[in-house]
């Protein structure tokens, strides 16, 4: 009995990373219980921390404008990240990429392929687009929920059909972002959905319909966090326990923002809408130096 309850209090620190307890019921059994969004009332608490609300940003912003005059064009391996405000690019292919007009742009009973939405993306699941909006629009990834269990749409857009349709986007205003230098990768994804923790190569990200929160700390300062736990889970458990100094740099993206990320940067994301567009643009930099 020792040895199961051992692994019951190991799972539970797996499934419920914020908060683990032991209670006594009235037959004298020992009981785990994980905490909610609810209290010894059973009322519904409310999360500390609200996709709908407005966030801070402390990541220097451009208008496009300002951008150009300062730029021209980004430099290789820009060293911080920023945030361009625009209001005009990519008109037409933001039209195509709505949840209507994503229907309409890809050919009928089409497939997609979602990855888990974990450090890792290791789990794989092929599942009709259709179905998949169904799902974005209808429901919301709590903090509670495991990443690794949490399906999500970005980066499987190498056939055919997804390159035609990449063919129409207007690249981000970098000096390597030319076709033959950058891969793009699509998404969709719901409310609360995100991608965790995670580093790689340089690179813009716009946000085409619904909001995006954006995380990072520099290579140098790797957050605390569990892998299978989703971006949202950091953000209520963690990040609300950080002061000021600590935090990350942080910023939302609006339809039409882009965003820098420098390489090797630690980053997650967090969708903030019940259906969010949106579109990376990974860069080749080192190679231009």
Not at 44 to 58: D, G, R
Not at 125 to 134: A, D, G, N, S
Not at 216 to 226: I, N, R, V
Not at 245 to 273: M, Q, V
């Amino acid at each position: 009995m020792k040895i199961l309850r051992v692994l019951l209090v190991n799972l539970y620190i797996l499934y419920c990373p914020h908060l683990t307890n032991s209670l006594e019921n009235n037959d004298g059994r020992d009981e785990l219980s994980c905490a909610t969004n609810r209290n010894e009332n059973d009322r519904v608490v409310p999360y500390q921390w609200i996709p709908e609300a407005e966030h801070p940003c402390n990541i220097p912003k451009f208008s496009i404008t300002k951008f150009t005059k300062m730029f021209g064009l980004l430099p290789p391996l820009y060293h911080q990240p920023l945030i361009i405000e625009t209001s005009n690019r990519n008109q037409n292919f933001r039209k195509l990429t709505s949840a209507e007009g994503i229907i309409a742009s890809l050919p009928p009973n089409f497939n997609i392929t979602l990855s888990s939405s974990n450090s890792f993306s290791e789990h794989r699941r092929t599942i009709p687009l259709m179905q998949y909006l169904k799902e974005t629009q209808e429901t919301e990834t709590l903090p509670d929920a495991l990443s690794n269990e949490t399906w999500y749409f970005f980066g499987e857009t190498h056939s055919k059909e997804w390159k035609d349709l990449l063919q129409g986007y207007l690249l981000p205003p970098c000096e390597t972002c030319t076709s033959d230098l950058v891969a793009l990768s699509f998404g969709i994804g719901n409310k609360g959905s995100g991608v965790q923790w995670h580093v790689h190569g340089p690179g813009f990200a716009e946000a085409l319909w619904g909001r995006k929160h954006w995380i990072l700390y520099p290579e140098s300062q790797k957050p605390e966090f569990h892998p299978n736990s989703t971006s949202r889970n950091w953000m209520e458990y963690a990040y609300t326990t950080l002061d000021q100094k600590s935090r990350p740099y942080e910023c939302t993206l609006n339809p039409g923002d882009l965003i820098y990320f420098p390489t090797e940067w630690w980053h997650a994301t967090i969708n903030l809408d019940p259906y969010t567009s949106f579109i990376s643009t990974f860069t080749t930099e080192h190679d231009a130096l």
